[in-house]
């Protein structure tokens, strides 16, 4: 009986997992490879063109995906390291008070943040429209629908994933091995490059995990914020599944981007440990 | 204070700033005494909003629906979550590196992906979509969020208290419920949070497995060409009001625990 407990412990919810994240994957993968249409049904035919086809039509999509994920996570890492290092290392006794700051705003809905944002940065709006009646704007300057506003939008939108892990990783550094530096002659940017960086890189390397996977295959952003030329592959999948209801062609792209993310991840936990990632991802 | 110091807490208070832009501009519009449909520009401060709002029948059901999803998924994530935490924990077995593996593929997989396989699992099977679809799939997510945080309270867990317990005669079922649980409560708590704040606010999966309902997020999504009316302002911040209260009291709890 003692044996069994973990096992009784782990079935339901290792159960709600393998039926509804594992096998779901399965079918998706079926489903990608069928032919049809909704009104007469779809049919296995193992059609792997719809692979080809997919990637060929949409190539430049994926191309901007991984584009737009890849400098947001770069911007990330930039603006949170300043203010993670803050907190840990002079953040003092109201460091706990300073973390929740930064995740309050998580109580706002995200799309309501986004659109927000969206009015916010209106051609009209609050910060556009008197910049533009003083006349230090060009009348039809404007940030929705660009490149910048849909980028910004992400950066803005997972910036406390970024900002957590790293603080996580900096607050376990000990003071004293700054000190030790310190005391052997490195100078304050040499203290920090070669001691405390070094020891954040595991932070480092968990936000860009959390950040880049959900900003890469972000839609909301591009669609609330961005134009035509910003569309991502998120909003071709989602266009594909819930507005053509063309599953079989959604179903490859989405297969095709969980597997260039795998690889990534994969790279990554082998790097750091799964245990070590998850710990990280659950503070 | 050196002036690296200064300056770098100077741009801490810009970073928060910005964060919390979106949610003041919000805040403050639920007050905005506009006509048109769209509440970009300020009109003048009114109370009006707040005495209409359920004026959107739509919009009010919407708010619901979010509320009891949430509660339901709440209860269920965290019960499954707890009980794999503690044996994720407390116990070596077979299946473990496994278990972690999945439970690791639920939280970093993109919410996009897991939207479209189960909406892919859904139409395969012939299930129609809807509430209890999109409950499925936010236990689905907060389940293994519940599981780590529990996780981590029980492998500190001091194991020598439960062993007392059962050498004066308590049987497991006894040291569980006034024992261990008491003791991991604080991370049982802090998952059932989590799973709430997680699923109230959900827009991905929620889109592709809701069918006809609409949840709070899926409702001002739709909104946004035709114009958010103030009621959604005012609810939003009715929503960030308990949420930012139960994270300040929560904290404020831990700090006096340590």
Same mark, same amino acid.
């Not at chain 2, 006034?178 to 606010?201: E, H, N, Y």
């Given at each position: 009986?003692?044996?069994?407990?973990?096992?009784?412990?782990?079935?339901?919810?290792?159960?709600?997992? !393998?039926?509804?994240?594992?096998?779901?994957?399965?079918?998706?993968?079926?489903?990608?490879?069928?032919?049809?249409?909704?009104?007469?049904?779809?049919?296995?035919?193992?059609?792997?063109?719809?692979?080809?086809?997919?990637?060929?039509?949409?190539?430049?999509?994926?191309?901007?995906?991984?584009?737009?994920?890849?400098?947001?996570?770069? /911007?990330?890492?930039? /603006?949170? =390291?300043?203010?993670?290092?803050? %907190?840990?290392?002079?953040?003092?006794?109201?460091?706990?008070? =300073?973390?929740?700051?930064?995740?309050?705003?998580?109580?706002? @809905?995200?799309?309501?943040?986004?659109?927000?944002?969206?009015?916010?940065?209106?051609?009209?709006?609050?910060?556009?429209?008197?910049?533009? @009646?003083?006349?230090?704007?060009?009348?039809?300057?404007?940030? /929705?629908?660009?490149?910048?506003?849909?980028?910004?939008?992400?950066?803005?939108?997972?910036?406390?994933?970024? %900002?957590?892990?790293?603080?996580?990783?900096?607050?376990?550094?000990?003071? @004293?091995?700054?000190?030790?530096?310190?005391?052997?002659? !490195?100078?304050?940017?040499?203290?920090?490059?070669?001691?405390?960086?070094?020891? @954040?890189? $595991?932070? %480092?390397?968990?936000?860009? /995990?959390?950040?880049?996977? $959900?900003?890469?295959?972000?839609?909301?952003?591009?669609? %609330?914020?961005?134009? $035509?030329?910003?569309?991502?592959?998120?909003?071709?999948?989602?266009?594909?599944?819930?507005?053509?209801?063309?599953?079989?062609?959604?179903?490859?792209?989405?297969?095709?981007?969980?597997?260039?993310?795998?690889?990534?991840?994969?790279?990554?936990?082998?790097?750091?440990?799964?245990?070590?990632?998850?710990?990280?991802?659950?503070? | 204070?050196?002036? &690296?110091?200064?300056?770098?807490?100077?741009?801490?208070?810009?970073?928060?700033?910005?964060?919390?832009?979106?949610?003041?501009?919000?805040?403050?519009?639920?007050?905005?005494?506009?006509?048109?449909?769209?509440?970009?520009?300020?009109?003048?401060?009114?109370?009006?909003?707040?005495?209409?709002?359920?004026?959107?029948?739509?919009?009010?059901?919407?708010?619901?629906?979010?509320?009891?999803?949430?509660?339901?998924?709440?209860?269920?994530?965290?019960?499954?979550?707890?009980?794999?935490?503690?044996?994720?924990?407390?116990?070596?077995?077979?299946?473990?590196?496994?278990?972690?593996?999945?439970?690791?593929?639920?939280?970093?997989?993109?919410?996009?992906?897991?939207?479209?396989?189960?909406?892919?699992?859904?139409?395969?099977?012939?299930?129609?979509?809807?509430?209890?679809?999109?409950?499925?799939?936010?236990?689905?997510?907060?389940?293994?969020?519940?599981?780590?945080?529990?996780?981590?309270?029980?492998?500190?867990?001091?194991?020598?208290?439960?062993?007392?317990?059962?050498?004066?005669?308590?049987?497991?079922?006894?040291?569980?419920?006034?024992?261990?649980?008491?003791?991991?409560?604080?991370?049982?708590?802090? &998952?059932?949070?989590?799973?709430?704040?997680?699923?109230?606010?959900?827009?991905?999966?929620?889109?592709?497995?809701?069918?006809?309902?609409?949840?709070?997020?899926?409702?001002?999504?739709?909104?946004?060409?035709?114009?958010?009316?103030?009621?959604?302002?005012?609810?939003?911040?009715?929503?960030?009001?308990?949420?930012?209260?139960?994270?300040?009291?929560?904290?404020?709890?831990?700090?006096?625990?340590?």
């Amino acid at each position: 009986m003692r044996r069994l407990t973990p096992y009784l412990l782990i079935l339901p919810g290792g159960l709600w997992l !393998a039926v509804f994240l594992v096998v779901p994957m399965v079918f998706m993968a079926s489903v990608s490879t069928q032919e049809g249409d909704v009104v007469n049904g779809f049919a296995q035919t193992f059609a792997f063109s719809n692979y080809t086809d997919a990637l060929a039509r949409y190539q430049t999509q994926f191309l901007r995906s991984a584009g737009y994920g890849l400098a947001g996570t770069v /911007l990330a890492v930039l /603006l949170a =390291y300043p203010v993670a290092y803050w %907190i840990a290392f002079r953040g003092g006794a109201r460091k706990s008070t =300073y973390l929740l700051l930064v995740l309050l705003p998580f109580f706002v @809905s995200f799309v309501l943040r986004t659109v927000s944002w969206k009015f916010l940065l209106a051609d009209d709006g609050m910060l556009l429209g008197p910049l533009k @009646s003083a006349g230090l704007l060009a009348a039809d300057f404007h940030v /929705l629908q660009t490149t910048t506003a849909v980028i910004g939008g992400l950066v803005y939108n997972y910036l406390p994933f970024m %900002i957590l892990p790293i603080y996580v990783s900096l607050e376990r550094v000990d003071p @004293s091995v700054v000190e030790a530096a310190r005391d052997l002659y !490195a100078s304050r940017a040499g203290a920090f490059t070669r001691v405390v960086l070094p020891l @954040s890189l $595991p932070g %480092i390397f968990a936000g860009v /995990l959390m950040t880049f996977v $959900p900003m890469t295959s972000d839609y909301v952003n591009a669609a %609330i914020l961005g134009g $035509p030329a910003n569309t991502m592959i998120g909003n071709i999948i989602q266009t594909e599944y819930l507005v053509n209801n063309d599953y079989p062609v959604g179903a490859a792209l989405s297969f095709t981007l969980m597997a260039v993310m795998l690889a990534g991840i994969f790279a990554y936990a082998r790097v750091l440990g799964t245990e070590n990632v998850l710990e990280a991802a659950a503070r | 204070m050196r002036t &690296g110091d200064r300056l770098l807490r100077i741009y801490v208070w810009l970073v928060l700033a910005w964060l919390f832009a979106p949610i003041i501009v919000m805040i403050v519009f639920g007050f905005n005494d506009t006509r048109s449909k769209s509440n970009v520009s300020w009109q003048g401060f009114t109370l009006a909003w707040w005495g209409r709002l359920d004026e959107f029948p739509l919009l009010t059901a919407a708010v619901l629906d979010s509320i009891t999803i949430a509660l339901l998924v709440t209860v269920i994530a965290t019960v499954l979550g707890t009980l794999m935490g503690i044996a994720l924990g407390r116990h070596r077995f077979r299946g473990q590196a496994a278990t972690n593996l999945v439970m690791f593929a639920a939280i970093s997989s993109p919410e996009l992906v897991m939207g479209a396989s189960l909406l892919s699992l859904f139409v395969s099977m012939g299930v129609e979509t809807g509430y209890w679809t999109i409950v499925v799939a936010h236990v689905l997510f907060a389940v293994s969020f519940v599981a780590v945080t529990v996780r981590a309270r029980v492998v500190g867990l001091d194991r020598s208290v439960e062993e007392a317990a059962r050498d004066l005669g308590a049987t497991p079922w006894v040291t569980f419920w006034r024992v261990t649980l008491p003791m991991i409560l604080p991370g049982v708590v802090a &998952g059932a949070l989590l799973a709430f704040a997680l699923s109230i606010d959900d827009f991905v999966i929620t889109q592709f497995t809701s069918g006809s309902t609409t949840t709070f997020p899926l409702w001002i999504y739709g909104a946004v060409r035709i114009g958010v009316p103030p009621q959604v302002n005012i609810l939003g911040t009715l929503i960030f009001a308990a949420g930012a209260a139960i994270a300040v009291v929560n904290s404020i709890n831990a700090r006096r625990r340590t």
